[in-house]
């Protein structure tokens, strides 16, 4: 009865495990084997408390895990814990050497953002969009200088 609870603690494990190899905010992965460790003392499916909008009730369930419970619930997975599995292109993880970005930055643009070229990198900078995120530090200007000086070597 309670194996989505199961699956569920399994698949936020296992969340954890991956965020914390790449050495991603503590408090992040703290919050997902936390609620891995609740699913599993709930004594009702989470399906059930999902039903009745209770997932929040749960000790150590915010809204943005509630809402990884209700995909979970409605698809079989929850699309961040693919996306921390599937490895970025040695490309786009080679931007974690420019200026400013960091690997868990350039998996942001690579996912969430969809930027997948350094012409769309170079775009997003210009964008200002950039600058906007928390884990960008950086200046912008080196970074652009940065992107163009790799698009010029890889033309040559």
Known sequence: MKENNQRLAGLFRSMADLLSSQRANPYRVRAYR???????????????????QELEDIEGVGTDLAKKIEEFLETG??????????PLPAEVRSWATLPGLSESLVAYVYFRL???????????????????????SGSEEHLLQAVRQRMHNRES
Not at 78 to 84: C, D, P
Not at 114 to 136: C, E
């Open 114 to 136: 969809g930027i997948r070229t350094l012409p769309d990198l170079d775009q997003l900078i210009q964008s200002h969009l950039l600058r906007t995120l928390p884990s960008f």
């Open 34 to 52: 936390r609620a891995a460790d609740a699913l599993l003392a709930v004594d009702e499916d989470v399906a059930i408390l999902a039903e009745r």
């Open 77 to 86: 997975t929850i699309r961040a814990y693919e996306e921390l599995q599937t």
